[in-house]
T-cell receptor, first 114, second 115 residues
Framework: NAGVMQNPRHLVRRRGQEARLRCSPVKGHSHVYWYRQLPEEGLKFMVY????????ESGMPKERFSAEFPKEGPSILRIQQVVRGDSAAYFC????????????FGDGTRLSIL | AQTVTQSQPEMSVQEAETVTLSCTYD???????LFWYKQPPSRQMILVIRQEAYKQQNATENRFSVNFQKAAKSFSLKISDSQLGDAAMYFCAYYSAGSARQLTFGSGTQLTVLP
Protein backbone atom coordinates (compact mmCIF):
# COMPACT_ATOMS: atom_id res chain seq x y z
CA ASN A 1 0.00 0.00 0.00
CA ALA A 2 1.31 3.40 -0.92
CA GLY A 3 1.67 5.85 1.93
CA VAL A 4 0.85 9.53 1.82
CA MET A 5 2.32 11.01 -1.34
CA GLN A 6 3.30 14.66 -1.46
CA ASN A 7 4.63 16.53 -4.43
CA PRO A 8 6.71 18.28 -5.24
CA ARG A 9 9.41 17.37 -2.74
CA HIS A 10 10.99 20.78 -3.18
CA LEU A 11 9.38 23.92 -4.54
CA VAL A 12 11.11 27.21 -5.23
CA ARG A 13 9.10 30.36 -5.79
CA ARG A 14 9.86 34.05 -6.06
CA ARG A 15 8.09 36.53 -3.84
CA GLY A 16 4.62 37.28 -5.15
CA GLN A 17 4.17 33.99 -7.00
CA GLU A 18 1.71 31.24 -6.13
CA ALA A 19 2.67 27.92 -4.57
CA ARG A 20 0.58 24.77 -4.95
CA LEU A 21 1.35 21.77 -2.80
CA ARG A 22 -0.31 18.43 -3.49
CA CYS A 23 -1.13 15.55 -1.21
CA SER A 24 -2.58 12.14 -2.04
CA PRO A 25 -3.68 10.36 1.14
CA VAL A 26 -3.29 6.69 1.93
CA LYS A 27 -5.78 4.72 -0.14
CA GLY A 28 -9.02 4.51 1.79
CA HIS A 29 -8.26 7.45 4.06
CA SER A 30 -10.88 10.19 3.93
CA HIS A 31 -9.31 12.68 6.34
CA VAL A 32 -6.41 14.95 5.43
CA TYR A 33 -4.40 17.32 7.59
CA TRP A 34 -1.81 19.94 6.69
CA TYR A 35 0.97 20.99 9.05
CA ARG A 36 3.76 23.55 8.69
CA GLN A 37 7.24 23.17 10.11
CA LEU A 38 9.37 26.30 10.33
CA PRO A 39 13.14 25.82 10.67
CA GLU A 40 14.18 24.49 14.08
CA GLU A 41 10.56 24.14 15.21
CA GLY A 42 7.94 21.46 15.64
CA LEU A 43 5.01 20.93 13.30
CA LYS A 44 2.07 23.31 13.63
CA PHE A 45 -1.44 22.34 12.61
CA MET A 46 -2.93 24.33 9.76
CA VAL A 47 -6.09 22.70 8.43
CA TYR A 48 -8.16 19.52 8.59
CA UNK A 49 -10.29 18.42 5.65
CA UNK A 50 -12.61 15.63 4.69
CA UNK A 51 -13.70 15.01 1.14
CA UNK A 52 -15.10 18.30 -0.21
CA UNK A 53 -15.28 19.85 3.28
CA UNK A 54 -13.01 21.95 5.46
CA UNK A 55 -13.57 20.77 9.01
CA UNK A 56 -11.09 22.91 10.93
CA GLU A 57 -8.94 25.69 9.51
CA SER A 58 -8.09 27.34 12.80
CA GLY A 59 -4.33 27.05 12.22
CA MET A 60 -4.28 28.50 8.73
CA PRO A 61 -3.55 32.19 8.09
CA LYS A 62 -6.71 34.00 7.03
CA GLU A 63 -5.11 35.61 4.01
CA ARG A 64 -3.28 34.10 1.05
CA PHE A 65 -3.68 30.48 2.23
CA SER A 66 -6.39 28.08 1.11
CA ALA A 67 -6.89 24.34 1.06
CA GLU A 68 -9.18 21.93 -0.69
CA PHE A 69 -9.80 18.21 -0.85
CA PRO A 70 -12.00 17.56 -3.87
CA LYS A 71 -14.13 14.50 -4.42
CA GLU A 72 -11.64 13.30 -7.01
CA GLY A 73 -7.92 13.97 -6.88
CA PRO A 74 -5.40 15.08 -4.29
CA SER A 75 -5.70 17.65 -1.57
CA ILE A 76 -4.18 20.99 -2.52
CA LEU A 77 -2.66 23.62 -0.24
CA ARG A 78 -2.43 26.91 -2.12
CA ILE A 79 -0.39 29.90 -1.04
CA GLN A 80 -0.92 33.05 -3.04
CA GLN A 81 1.54 35.95 -3.29
CA VAL A 82 4.20 34.11 -1.32
CA VAL A 83 6.51 35.99 1.02
CA ARG A 84 9.86 35.01 2.54
CA GLY A 85 8.17 34.00 5.79
CA ASP A 86 6.29 31.24 3.96
CA SER A 87 9.56 29.31 3.58
CA ALA A 88 9.01 26.10 5.52
CA ALA A 89 8.38 22.38 5.21
CA TYR A 90 4.71 21.58 4.68
CA PHE A 91 3.54 18.16 5.75
CA CYS A 92 0.36 16.37 4.85
CA UNK A 93 -1.08 13.54 6.92
CA UNK A 94 -4.10 11.29 6.49
CA UNK A 95 -6.23 9.05 8.64
CA UNK A 96 -9.19 6.75 8.09
CA UNK A 97 -12.82 7.47 8.89
CA UNK A 98 -12.63 5.71 12.24
CA UNK A 99 -11.79 8.15 15.01
CA UNK A 100 -8.63 8.12 17.07
CA UNK A 101 -6.45 6.41 14.50
CA UNK A 102 -2.82 7.48 14.05
CA UNK A 103 -2.11 9.99 11.33
CA UNK A 104 0.22 8.82 8.57
CA PHE A 105 2.56 11.50 7.28
CA GLY A 106 3.98 12.22 3.86
CA ASP A 107 7.61 13.19 3.35
CA GLY A 108 6.74 16.88 3.16
CA THR A 109 7.27 19.64 0.62
CA ARG A 110 10.07 22.07 1.32
CA LEU A 111 9.04 25.49 0.06
CA SER A 112 11.78 28.03 -0.53
CA ILE A 113 10.99 31.63 -1.37
CA LEU A 114 13.65 33.64 -3.19
CA ALA B 1 -5.76 24.90 24.39
CA GLN B 2 -3.38 22.03 24.80
CA THR B 3 0.36 22.60 24.98
CA VAL B 4 3.25 20.16 24.71
CA THR B 5 6.66 20.95 26.15
CA GLN B 6 9.94 19.23 25.41
CA SER B 7 12.55 20.82 27.64
CA GLN B 8 15.60 19.09 26.14
CA PRO B 9 16.53 20.63 22.77
CA GLU B 10 19.44 18.19 22.42
CA MET B 11 20.43 14.88 23.92
CA SER B 12 23.22 12.43 23.23
CA VAL B 13 23.69 8.77 24.07
CA GLN B 14 26.43 6.23 23.59
CA GLU B 15 25.62 3.38 21.23
CA ALA B 16 24.03 0.42 23.10
CA GLU B 17 23.17 2.61 26.09
CA THR B 18 19.74 3.81 27.24
CA VAL B 19 18.39 7.34 26.93
CA THR B 20 15.18 8.98 28.13
CA LEU B 21 13.54 11.92 26.38
CA SER B 22 11.17 14.09 28.41
CA CYS B 23 7.78 15.47 27.48
CA THR B 24 5.12 17.24 29.52
CA TYR B 25 1.74 18.46 28.38
CA ASP B 26 -1.09 20.56 29.62
CA UNK B 27 -4.74 19.70 29.07
CA UNK B 28 -8.09 19.81 30.82
CA UNK B 29 -9.36 16.80 28.89
CA UNK B 30 -9.53 13.29 30.29
CA UNK B 31 -9.61 11.34 27.04
CA UNK B 32 -6.66 11.78 24.71
CA UNK B 33 -3.72 10.08 23.04
CA LEU B 34 -0.02 10.76 23.16
CA PHE B 35 2.54 9.95 20.50
CA TRP B 36 6.23 10.02 19.87
CA TYR B 37 7.30 10.70 16.28
CA LYS B 38 10.82 10.41 14.91
CA GLN B 39 12.12 12.71 12.17
CA PRO B 40 15.48 11.64 10.69
CA PRO B 41 17.46 13.92 8.36
CA SER B 42 15.34 12.65 5.46
CA ARG B 43 12.53 14.63 7.13
CA GLN B 44 10.05 11.76 7.18
CA MET B 45 7.70 11.72 10.17
CA ILE B 46 7.77 8.20 11.55
CA LEU B 47 5.40 7.07 14.30
CA VAL B 48 7.44 5.49 17.10
CA ILE B 49 4.90 4.75 19.79
CA ARG B 50 1.36 5.59 20.91
CA GLN B 51 -0.29 5.75 24.34
CA GLU B 52 -4.00 5.93 25.12
CA ALA B 53 -4.67 8.07 28.20
CA TYR B 54 -7.26 5.65 29.56
CA LYS B 55 -4.70 2.84 29.68
CA GLN B 56 -2.57 2.64 32.80
CA GLN B 57 -0.10 0.24 31.24
CA ASN B 58 2.85 1.91 29.56
CA ALA B 59 3.16 1.26 25.83
CA THR B 60 6.20 -0.58 24.48
CA GLU B 61 7.46 -1.19 20.96
CA ASN B 62 10.60 -3.31 20.88
CA ARG B 63 13.42 -1.08 22.19
CA PHE B 64 11.08 1.87 22.73
CA SER B 65 8.93 2.30 25.81
CA VAL B 66 7.16 5.16 27.54
CA ASN B 67 6.69 6.25 31.12
CA PHE B 68 3.20 7.74 31.19
CA GLN B 69 2.33 9.62 34.37
CA LYS B 70 -1.20 10.93 33.83
CA ALA B 71 -1.50 12.87 37.06
CA ALA B 72 1.81 14.60 36.44
CA LYS B 73 1.00 15.03 32.73
CA SER B 74 4.32 13.54 31.81
CA PHE B 75 5.10 11.25 28.88
CA SER B 76 8.77 10.31 28.53
CA LEU B 77 10.30 8.05 25.89
CA LYS B 78 12.97 5.51 26.77
CA ILE B 79 15.17 4.10 24.06
CA SER B 80 17.10 1.00 25.11
CA ASP B 81 20.18 -0.42 23.39
CA SER B 82 20.52 2.75 21.30
CA GLN B 83 21.55 2.29 17.69
CA LEU B 84 23.13 4.70 15.22
CA GLY B 85 19.89 4.65 13.24
CA ASP B 86 18.04 6.10 16.22
CA ALA B 87 19.71 9.46 15.65
CA ALA B 88 16.94 11.87 14.72
CA MET B 89 14.70 14.64 15.97
CA TYR B 90 12.03 13.26 18.27
CA PHE B 91 8.67 14.97 18.67
CA CYS B 92 6.11 14.38 21.37
CA ALA B 93 2.52 14.98 20.25
CA TYR B 94 -0.92 15.26 21.85
CA TYR B 95 -4.19 14.24 20.23
CA SER B 96 -7.63 14.94 21.61
CA ALA B 97 -10.11 12.06 21.50
CA GLY B 98 -12.86 14.57 20.80
CA SER B 99 -13.70 16.01 17.42
CA ALA B 100 -10.61 18.21 17.02
CA ARG B 101 -8.42 15.56 15.36
CA GLN B 102 -5.39 17.82 15.19
CA LEU B 103 -2.01 16.85 16.61
CA THR B 104 -0.25 19.32 18.88
CA PHE B 105 3.53 18.88 18.73
CA GLY B 106 6.32 19.80 21.07
CA SER B 107 9.39 21.63 19.81
CA GLY B 108 11.45 18.46 19.52
CA THR B 109 14.59 16.88 20.96
CA GLN B 110 17.56 16.28 18.69
CA LEU B 111 19.10 12.92 19.62
CA THR B 112 22.69 12.15 18.72
CA VAL B 113 23.98 8.57 19.03
CA LEU B 114 27.73 8.35 19.61
CA PRO B 115 29.60 5.32 18.25
Amino acid sequence: NAGVMQNPRHLVRRRGQEARLRCSPVKGHSHVYWYRQLPEEGLKFMVYLQKENIIDESGMPKERFSAEFPKEGPSILRIQQVVRGDSAAYFCASSPEQPNQPQHFGDGTRLSIL
Amino acid sequence: AQTVTQSQPEMSVQEAETVTLSCTYDTSESDYYLFWYKQPPSRQMILVIRQEAYKQQNATENRFSVNFQKAAKSFSLKISDSQLGDAAMYFCAYYSAGSARQLTFGSGTQLTVLP
